[in-house]
């Protein structure tokens, strides 16, 4: 029996219907998500680079003066620092120049420090942001830029010069508004030992960063599930196979009957599907009008010649209040499966139609019978 008839076997068994479930869940609740609970607002993130001083001079020299501007900051206990920021924008939605509050334009301040020169761009994620973006160095020290088009995901980035007393560090502090944007986070990357939570580190990335992880974490979950379900079936199989077998094996050496090709049929389809299916086969039999119009049905299909409507409305008065599905611990029959036997019986020979009448192997049935009530006192 090949891999096929393993998964349909598998497929029988676990109704696959209900992963289509599982997905129609999972796709109903990302739609929720997406409509009901997605960010549908900008966001804005100031990274903090590197934060690097200038002077780093751990021993005293006298004699050593450091002037900047004619001021000698090392007399004075002051050092300077080079910033690096990126402001970014974190999201996957586009803030337009219509977006800003032009009161309260886009920018920064540092608090204990002092901005001696103009902020310098020294890189951007796209051409126009480098060519339209302006910085003002204001006298009060705060940093404001232009309102420019950031899109989803673009960012820039700026190099600062401050002056601050040695033991100061500077702090950045984000600063106007932008319509949709509440808070404008301050993230300082250059801290590497900074240990994060696991929050912080479940919500980081943009939304469609979310979306590849969601996908790859189902991946995961359903490659799992198979990898248990897959085995775990194929050896249940096993088991119930080598069971039928010995069966089959018990019954030949009790009955002492000799191998006969209508024995042997009725073996090989209880190895293949089990009790059950043996069940309907006696079923099929018990009604020789229904079994004749099924069986003539059948070969008109098989010979591609369509039921005219008489036939039709033939076979269903003759199936109707007809029980169409049984099951037992085996598993379960299905229509197409009743199908299946009917072709089979054909193919074998079993049943056949010679000028519109049915003949039925009388031996097979009377075999059939006594294999049945032998499997069923065991």
Same mark, same amino acid.
């Given at each position: 029996?090949?891999?096929?008839?393993?998964?349909?076997?598998?497929?029988?068994?676990?109704?696959?219907?209900?992963?289509?479930?599982?997905?129609?869940?999972?796709?109903?609740?990302?739609?929720?998500?997406?409509?009901?609970?997605?960010?549908?607002?900008?966001?804005?993130?100031?990274?903090?680079?590197?934060?690097?001083?200038?002077?780093?001079?751990?021993?005293?020299?006298?004699?050593?003066?450091?002037?900047?501007?004619?001021?000698?900051? /090392?007399?004075? !206990? =002051?050092?300077?620092? #080079?910033?690096? &920021?990126?402001? %970014?924008? +974190?999201?996957?939605?586009?803030?337009?120049?219509?977006?800003?509050?032009?009161?309260?334009?886009?920018?920064?301040?540092?608090?204990?420090?002092?901005?001696?020169?103009?902020?310098?761009?020294?890189?951007?994620?796209?051409?126009?942001?480098?060519?339209?973006?302006?910085?003002?160095?204001?006298?009060?020290?705060?940093?404001?830029?232009?309102?420019?088009?950031?899109?989803?995901?673009?960012?820039?980035?700026?190099?600062?010069?401050?002056?601050?007393?040695?033991?100061?560090?500077?702090?950045? /502090?984000?600063? !106007? =508004?932008?319509?949709? #944007?509440?808070? &404008?986070?301050? %993230?300082? +990357?250059?801290?590497?030992?900074?240990?994060?939570?696991?929050?912080?580190?479940?919500?980081?990335?943009?939304?469609?960063?979310?979306?590849?992880?969601?996908?790859?974490?189902?991946?995961?979950?359903?490659?799992?599930?198979?990898?248990?379900?897959?085995?775990?079936?194929?050896?249940?199989?096993?088991?119930?196979?080598?069971?039928?077998?010995?069966?089959?094996?018990?019954?030949?050496?009790?009955?002492?009957?000799?191998?006969?090709?209508?024995?042997?049929?009725?073996?090989?389809?209880?190895?293949?599907?089990?009790?059950?299916?043996?069940?309907?086969?006696?079923?099929?039999?018990?009604?020789?009008?229904?079994?004749?119009?099924?069986?003539?049905?059948?070969?008109?299909?098989?010979?591609?010649?369509?039921?005219?409507?008489?036939?039709?409305?033939?076979?269903?008065?003759?199936?109707?209040?007809?029980?169409?599905?049984?099951?037992?611990?085996?598993?379960?029959?299905?229509?197409?499966?009743?199908?299946?036997?009917?072709?089979?019986?054909?193919?074998?020979?079993?049943?056949?139609?010679?000028?519109?009448?049915?003949?039925?192997?009388?031996?097979?049935?009377?075999?059939?019978?006594?294999?049945?009530?032998?499997?069923?006192?065991?």
């Amino acid at each position: 029996m090949g891999i096929n008839d393993n998964f349909l076997r598998i497929e029988k068994k676990f109704a696959w219907s209900f992963f289509g479930f599982l997905l129609a869940i999972i796709f109903g609740a990302f739609s929720i998500y997406t409509v009901y609970f997605k960010d549908t607002n900008p966001k804005i993130d100031f990274i903090i680079e590197a934060n690097t001083k200038v002077l780093d001079i751990k021993e005293n020299v006298r004699k050593l003066d450091i002037m900047y501007q004619n001021e000698n900051i /090392k007399e004075n !206990g =002051k050092n300077l620092s #080079i910033i690096k &920021i990126k402001i %970014i924008n +974190s999201s996957d939605v586009n803030i337009l120049s219509t977006y800003y509050d032009l009161n309260d334009l886009l920018g920064f301040r540092l608090e204990n420090a002092e901005i001696v020169e103009k902020p310098e761009i020294i890189g951007s994620s796209n051409n126009y942001i480098r060519k339209h973006l302006k910085i003002n160095l204001e006298s009060s020290g705060s940093v404001k830029f232009n309102p420019i088009i950031i899109d989803g995901g673009e960012s820039f980035t700026l190099k600062i010069l401050a002056l601050h007393k040695i033991h100061d560090i500077p702090l950045l /502090k984000p600063i !106007g =508004k932008i319509a949709g #944007i509440r808070n &404008i986070s301050v %993230i300082e +990357s250059f801290k590497e030992t900074e240990t994060k939570s696991f929050w912080s580190e479940l919500k980081e990335g943009t939304t469609w960063v979310h979306i590849v992880r969601f996908f790859a974490y189902l991946i995961i979950v359903i490659i799992s599930v198979l990898t248990i379900v897959i085995p775990t079936t194929l050896i249940s199989d096993s088991i119930t196979k080598r069971k039928r077998k010995r069966n089959v094996r018990n019954y030949r050496t009790k009955k002492n009957l000799p191998d006969t090709p209508d024995r042997n049929l009725i073996y090989d389809m209880y190895l293949e599907f089990g009790l059950n299916y043996l069940n309907t086969t006696q079923r099929i039999f018990n009604d020789e009008k229904l079994l004749k119009v099924r069986l003539r049905t059948f070969l008109r299909r098989k010979d591609k010649i369509q039921p005219d409507f008489e036939g039709m409305k033939e076979l269903r008065a003759v199936s109707s209040g007809q029980i169409q599905y049984v099951s037992n611990s085996d598993g379960r029959i299905t229509l197409h499966d009743r199908d299946r036997i009917i072709r089979r019986l054909n193919d074998e020979n079993i049943i056949k139609l010679e000028n519109n009448e049915l003949i039925v192997n009388a031996q097979f049935i009377s075999d059939l019978n006594e294999f049945i009530s032998y499997l069923k006192l065991i």
